[in-house]
């Protein structure tokens, strides 16, 4: 039976989550995306300006898709939200001609007919030759242009495909909550130079993982060794993936507050490592789970690691799992 006791702490949580954590969930992706209700989708205009390619690949790795209007109510939408808050004369958005010159398709195949493909005047002109990604204008009409320049660009998300990890309160998929540790990993198989692979964990509002306790390390051997790697070609090197680590100011500290190696609770080196004499500054587990140095530029396969919010997931131990609701569901 439960006591009174448990029924206020019951009450209280039910009145936290309905104010701050559950109720703006049903219609968050992340904290730096905005939602509007008119599209049903959230956006992140990205003032920092990149070649389209890098421009697709950003919204990618934030869980999103570079933004090309579905017609003229989203264009004219998102126009206004630009208007209010950068002061762009375009943007890049997510239609190139990946296959034919001059045919249009959006990132994801469809064709710009079947979208939005108000062209400004005497455009797409393919100009020397060589323009073939498409930029919307603050008029609202589109130009081919070279991919290579550097513009900003939006990234977009839309409602109906997103997916909300409960355990993990994060919008992806991907991250698999580990109770004895009380937070979620994502094993990456794509394999990156350690800059890239911290950056990577960073955008998905994670970091490259750090060992702080031999189950910890346990766990990460457990999926390093469960993780379908072994079909992964590439020029990449097997046998070790890249974690929070790196040799900095004359030592060896995690990427968490920079502290220390040795305060941060696992200092198993690989026998005789590290070895790299200065050279391999970048941290790295063996499969077997011990630690190694790296040159940074090496492509490893890495883990990110996710803290998650205590209380709430302190609610969902102690109370059953009621986030399994899809975020939008009964809106
Ligand atoms: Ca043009
Ligand atoms: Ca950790
Ligand atoms: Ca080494």
Redesign the pocket.
């Known amino acids: 039976m439960l006591s009174l006791k448990c029924f206020i702490v019951l009450f209280v949580l039910q009145y936290i989550c309905q104010t701050t954590y559950c109720q703006p969930n049903l219609k968050f992706f992340r904290k730096d995306y905005k939602y509007i209700e008119d599209t049903k989708a959230f956006y992140k205009i990205h003032t920092l300006h990149r070649t389209w390619q890098e421009a697709k690949e950003r919204c990618s790795m934030e869980g999103a898709t570079l933004f090309y209007p579905d017609d003229d109510d989203e264009a004219n939408v998102v126009i206004n939200y630009w208007n209010e808050t950068q002061p762009f004369s375009w943007v890049y958005i997510g239609i190139s001609t990946p296959n034919v010159k001059q045919v249009f398709e959006t990132v994801d195949g469809v064709p710009i007919t079947d979208v939005y493909d108000r062209w400004g005047p005497g455009e797409p002109n393919d100009a020397g030759g060589v323009e073939g990604c498409v930029i919307l204008r603050r008029d609202g009409t589109l130009n081919d242009d070279q991919c290579d320049k550097k513009y900003p660009f939006i990234c977009k998300k839309s409602l109906s495909t997103l997916e909300w990890n409960v355990y993990c309160d994060i919008p992806d998929q991907g991250y698999e909550y580990v109770k004895k540790l009380g937070r979620c990993y994502k094993f990456h198989l794509t394999p990156m130079n350690w800059t890239d692979a911290f950056t990577v964990c960073n955008t998905e509002q994670s970091y490259l993982a750090v060992i702080n306790s031999q189950d910890e390390a346990d766990h990460l051997v457990a999926m390093t060794k469960k993780a379908p790697k072994d079909n992964v070609e590439g020029n990449y090197v097997r046998g070790a993936v890249h974690l929070g680590f790196q040799f900095k100011r004359n030592r060896w500290q995690t990427i968490i507050k920079n502290m220390p190696l040795p305060d941060s609770g696992y200092t198993n080196w690989g026998g005789g490592?590290?070895?790299?004499k200065g050279e391999?500054k970048c941290g790295s587990m063996f499969y077997n789970g011990h630690l190694?140095?790296?040159c940074c530029d090496q492509s490893l396969f890495f883990i990110c690691e996710h803290e998650i919010d205590l209380l709430r997931n302190s609610y969902v131990l102690r109370f059953g799992d009621v986030f399994t609701a899809k975020p939008h569901d009964g809106m």
Do not use: F, K
């Open positions: 490592q590290p070895d790299g391999e190694n140095d790296i």
